[in-house]
Every structure is written in structure tokens, then in C-alpha cells.
């Protein structure tokens, strides 16, 4: 009897250490997300003003289509202009949310959701209220929850600086030209100038009209735990009216442990309710561009 006491004692212990470990990588795994979503979120509307130093070197793709006539500098240079010109005619919208969240591995499988509105003022106000959810009570509760709470955190003028995708904190260098009678883009190759969990270095791909991110494909600078083997991230941006903003971002991080983690937040339901008339150079493109030169 009291051997098998011992026993199921050991069991029950053993299983409270499996399902402590579970919980300390999904926390890792957290911090993660946490960094990614806040940072990516911050590269369409940047209130930044920084130096220009962009590397000018360029590669291209075999398949690529001719590059044109504008250099990395001037590309960078007309995407930073844009995005303070944007940042500074968008003063408040609304918007939707759903985030989900799916892990499966060696300790099962653990699924959430949680649909939230969204209210922001210029120049760094968030209000989240959330509006419906359902699944894994950790999940959304130290998950989902904590991600609103560290994204308004994260929306003052220093944490803008630090993560901004701007020459302040990345080289770039020309990787294509992808062409289109609809939406030709530049791609970028991002390199982080520091192993700064908040930079990610990978690809953006940058409209070549409007001079705006449109879509991520990138991992984090600096492995933001021990817990995580990987983690990848493809972001996406939509044209709302004059302005770039998220569409959908995808996160998945594999578990050193076991598993695999998949955010997803989906972006809907905007409705932009106080802008400005953008600044003269989103009628007249060539005007930033002389300026680059110019320099």
C-alpha cells in the first residue's frame, strides 16, 4: 500500500513539473509575442525623426524586374518622411480585433480567442474593451490580456523611438523590385543595428507610390528566451482610406520543450474618426525625392 502510495505521490509530482514547465514556455513564449506584436505594430505609424544613414548597397533577386532609378537612401528616406506625415494626419480611429492563439505538443493542445474594440488618440492613447472570449483560461488571461496591456505601455514617445523601422535602428539593403500595374514594391532587407529584443531583422516589402510597409517576413534580433527555439513572423498591411494600417500578423514560435505556438491577430472594422490633410508630398511624390538628392 504505501509503496504504491509512493508511487502515485511521484506521479502527481511529476505531472505538477510537466505542467509547470508547460506554463513557464508559454510564459516565455509570451514575452515573445509580446515584443513582436507591440514593435510591428509601431513601423506603419512612426513619429520618429532620425538621421539618414542607410547603406546603399543593393542585391537583387535573378527573377526580380529592373531595378529603378531610386537608391536604398532615397527609398528609406521617402518611407520615414511618409510614415511621420501619416502619424502626424491620423489623430483617432476605432477598429476591431481578434486574437487567437493555438499550441500543440507533448502536453496536448490549448486553444483561445478573444474579439476586443479599439479606440486610439493621437498621439499614444490606446483603449482596449473587450467584447467576446472563450478557450484556455491562461491563455487569455496571461496571454491575451497582458498584450493589451503591454501594447499601451508601449506607446509612448521613447518606446516608439527605440523600435521604430527607421536608419536609427536598421540598415537597409535592396534585395528587388517586384513589379505590378497594381502595386509594384521595393523589398527590403532589415538588419538590426543592435541585438535589441524590440528590432527583427528579414524583409519588408514597401509600396512603391505611397512608400509604406505592406507586408513583414522577419524573426526577432536577439532570441528573446532560452525557452524558444524560433520564432517567425509575417505581418501584413491594408490601405484604409490614406493611410497603412495592420491587416494581420502571424507569430508562430517553436517551444525548446515541445510544441509549437500560433498567434494570429486579425485586424477589421476600421473607421478613422478625426484626420488631417496629408502634407503636399503624397500629391506630388517627386518633391521628397528631389529633397533626398538633395542631400
Not at 511618409?82 to 494626419?89: K, L, P, T, Y
Request: proline share 4%.
Amino acid at each position: 500500500m504505501r509503496t504504491a502510495t509512493r508511487k502515485n505521490l511521484f506521479s502527481i509530482s511529476q505531472s505538477n513539473r510537466q505542467k509547470q514547465a508547460f506554463f513557464a514556455a508559454l510564459l516565455c513564449v509570451l514575452g515573445a509575442l509580446i515584443v513582436l506584436c507591440v514593435t510591428l505594430k509601431s513601423s506603419a505609424q512612426t513619429l520618429s525623426v532620425s538621421p539618414r544613414s542607410a547603406s546603399s548597397s543593393a542585391s537583387t533577386s535573378p527573377n526580380a524586374s529592373p531595378i529603378p532609378s531610386l537608391s536604398v537612401d532615397q527609398i528609406v528616406f521617402q518611407l520615414e518622411t511618409r510614415n511621420r506625415e501619416r502619424a502626424a494626419a491620423l489623430r483617432s480611429f476605432q477598429a476591431t480585433r481578434t486574437y487567437t492563439m493555438h499550441y500543440t505538443g507533448p502536453f496536448g493542445e490549448r486553444n483561445a480567442e478573444m474579439t476586443v474594440s479599439l479606440t486610439y488618440n493621437s498621439p499614444n492613447e490606446k483603449n482596449f474593451v473587450i467584447l467576446s472570449q472563450s478557450g484556455t483560461k491562461f491563455i487569455l488571461d496571461h496571454i491575451f490580456k497582458r498584450l493589451l496591456d503591454e501594447e499601451k505601455a508601449a506607446s509612448n514617445e521613447e518606446n516608439r523611438l527605440r523600435t521604430a523601422l527607421t536608419s536609427r535602428n536598421y540598415d537597409f539593403t535592396l534585395a528587388a523590385y517586384e513589379d505590378s500595374s497594381d502595386s509594384p514594391q521595393y523589398v527590403l532587407n532589415v538588419i538590426p543595428k543592435s541585438e535589441n529584443k524590440y528590432l527583427y531583422r528579414g524583409k519588408i516589402w514597401v509600396d512603391a507610390k505611397d512608400f509604406a510597409v505592406t507586408r513583414i517576413e522577419a524573426e526577432p534580433a536577439k532570441n528573446p528566451s532560452f525557452w524558444i527555439k524560433k520564432s517567425s513572423i509575417n505581418h501584413k498591411y491594408q490601405k484604409v482610406e490614406n493611410f497603412w494600417l495592420p491587416a494581420q500578423n502571424k507569430t508562430e514560435s517553436q517551444i525548446r520543450i515541445g510544441g509549437t505556438a500560433l498567434l494570429t491577430i486579425e485586424y477589421n472594422s476600421y473607421k478613422l474618426t478625426d484626420t488631417v490633410p496629408l502634407q503636399a508630398s503624397i500629391d506630388d511624390p517627386t518633391h521628397n525625392i528631389r529633397v533626398a538628392q538633395a542631400h
